[in-house]
C-alpha cells in the first residue's frame, strides 16, 4: 500500500515569494491533516479535513496561509507571502476517521 | 496552554541494552496517547499506543507504561538496536483528533 506522498521534499525561496506543497493521502483516507513542525519540535496541526470540509483551521494563518482539498482527496497548502519564520517543515497525515493517522516525509522549506 | 514534554533531551544506549524514553503530560482529561518514531528526512512513525483505562500495553520490543496520577509516559525498547536511533515523540489527546506532540528526545544507540 503507497503511503502518504508530498511534494516537493524540499523548496528554497526567497522573502515574499509564494510557495506550495501538494499532499496525496493514503487512498480510501478521508480525514487529512496538515501540520507544521520546527526543528526539534514536534509537530503542530495547522488544518484538518473530513473529506473535502476544513473543520478544524483554528492554527491556520489566515492571513498568509490557505489550503484546499477540493475533491476530497489531494491537499495543497499555500504560503504567500512567505516570511523568514516560515522556514520548517510541513507534514500531511491521513487517516480513516478518528483512526490511526499516517504521516508524510513531509517538505522541508527554507525561507531565505 | 496544555504541553507535553517541552524538552529535547538526548538519551544514548549501548546496543542491546533497553531503553526508557519519559514523556510529562499535563491535560488530565487526555484519554489516548500515542508514542511515535521519527527519523531524519522523515515523518512520524506509529509505534504503540495506550487508552486512559490502561496502565501498560505491550508491543513487539516496546511496552509503553501510562502514570496518571503523576500524568507520564514512558516508552521502553528491549535489546536496543542501530534501527531505533531516532527522535521519538508522544502525543496526546482528549476524545478529538487534534494530538499534542511532546518537543521529542533523541535515542543514540552507540555500537
Known amino acids: 500500500e503507497a503511503g502518504v506522498v508530498q511534494s516537493p521534499r524540499y523548496k528554497i525561496i526567497e522573502k515574499k515569494q509564494p510557495v506550495a506543497f501538494w499532499c496525496n493521502p493514503i487512498?480510501?483516507?478521508?480525514?487529512l491533516y496538515w501540520y507544521l513542525q520546527n526543528l526539534g519540535q514536534g509537530p503542530e496541526l495547522l488544518i484538518r479535513y473530513e473529506n473535502e470540509e476544513a473543520v478544524d483551521d483554528s492554527q491556520l494563518p489566515k492571513d498568509r496561509f490557505s489550503a484546499e482539498r477540493l475533491k476530497g482527496v489531494d491537499s495543497t497548502l499555500k504560503i504567500q507571502p512567505a516570511e523568514l519564520g516560515d522556514s520548517a517543515v510541513y507534514l500531511c497525515?491521513?487517516?480513516?476517521?478518528?483512526?490511526?493517522?499516517?504521516f508524510g516525509p513531509g517538505t522541508r522549506l527554507t525561507v531565505l | 496552554g496544555e504541553s507535553v514534554g517541552l524538552h529535547l533531551p538526548t538519551l544514548s544506549v549501548q546496543e542491546g541494552d533497553n531503553s526508557i524514553i519519559n514523556c510529562a503530560y499535563s491535560?488530565?482529561?487526555?484519554?489516548?496517547f500515542i508514542w511515535y518514531k521519527q527519523e531524519s528526512g522523515k515523518g512520524p512513525q506509529f509505534i504503540i499506543d495506550i487508552r486512559s483505562n490502561m496502565d501498560k500495553r505491550q508491543g513487539q520490543r516496546v511496552t509503553v507504561l501510562l502514570n496518571k496520577t503523576v500524568k507520564h509516559l514512558s516508552l521502553q525498547i528491549a535489546a536496543t538496536q542501530p534501527g531505533d536511533s531516532a527522535v521519538y515523540f508522544c502525543?496526546?489527546?482528549?476524545?478529538?483528533?487534534?494530538?499534542?506532540f511532546g518537543t521529542g528526545t533523541r535515542l543514540k544507540v552507540l555500537a
Open positions: 502525543a496526546e489527546t482528549s476524545g478529538t483528533y487534534k494530538y499534542i
Open positions: 487512498s480510501g483516507h478521508n480525514t
Open positions: 491535560n488530565s482529561a487526555s484519554d489516548y
Open positions: 497525515a491521513s487517516s480513516i476517521g478518528r483512526q490511526q493517522q499516517f
